[in-house]
Antibody, heavy 124, light 109 residues
């Protein structure tokens, strides 16, 4: 069964850091780009970042550029989101999501598998 | 950045009725980069449609997508009670950022 399992969420003070993980199983991890999408309480979906299957390309939303870093470990079938300089507006459920293809921005691509999400709360 | 505007904000219909959800983009892009998702309360989103009109695996054929350029539509031909959810369109364009619409909530009377 294809599955994504996020972990690492929690309560952190403004200015603090947190590292999210997303463990993948049931598919060839390096053959698919991966993404982080967040959803603030009661709000819509916001794409945060994406990484190609090889890890050679990463992209970020302007709202997190320079503060968040996405990476992946092929040997562990796991991807990560290092979040620094956290702000109250980063409070959200963070989902990892699998792309159908290896490269970012491929035609007919979409996020076909999602994890259950992990909650990040930034508050003093 | 491509902004996606979804309408209506809320749709309240009876079982068996047809639902038509709109997604309008601030600039034209290839329909190959348009997807639709369904999200029920407390759950992660689920992919329904990709490439504007291709159904994802396991999605019932009462869900269909269409459109091109700046105007895209998700149609649910015969609503069932389990279709109560928020529906999001997404553009997965040729460059970042990827963007989502604000969502349409479908309520079943």
């Amino acid at each position: 069964e294809v599955q994504l399992l996020e972990s690492g969420g929690g309560l952190v003070q403004p200015g603090g850091s947190l590292r999210l993980s997303c463990a993948a199983s049931g598919f060839t991890f390096s053959s698919h780009a991966m993404n982080w999408v967040r959803q603030a309480p009661g709000k819509g979906l916001e794409w945060v970042s994406g990484i190609s299957g090889s890890g050679g390309r990463t992209d970020y939303a302007d709202s997190v550029k320079g503060r968040f870093t996405m990476s992946r470990d092929k040997s562990k079938n796991t991807m990560f989101l290092q979040m620094n300089s956290l702000r109250a507006e980063d409070t959200a459920v963070y989902y990892c999501a699998k792309s159908q293809y290896q490269l970012l921005y491929t035609t007919d691509d979409a996020f076909d598998i999602w994890g259950q999400g992990t909650m990040v709360t930034v508050s003093s | 950045e491509i902004v996606l505007t979804q309408s209506p904000g809320t749709l309240s219909l009876s079982p068996g009725e047809r639902a038509t959800l709109s997604c309008r983009a601030s600039q034209s892009f290839s329909s190959s980069y348009l997807a639709w998702y369904q999200q029920k309360p407390g759950q992660a989103p689920r992919l329904l449609i990709y490439g504007a009109s291709s159904r994802a695996a396991g999605i019932p054929d009462r869900f269909s997508g269409s459109g091109s350029g700046t105007d895209f539509t998700l149609t649910i031909s015969r609503l069932e009670p389990e279709d109560s959810a928020v529906y999001y369109c997404q553009q997965y364009g040729s460059s970042p950022p990827l963007t989502f619409g604000g969502g349409t909530k479908v309520e079943i009377k």
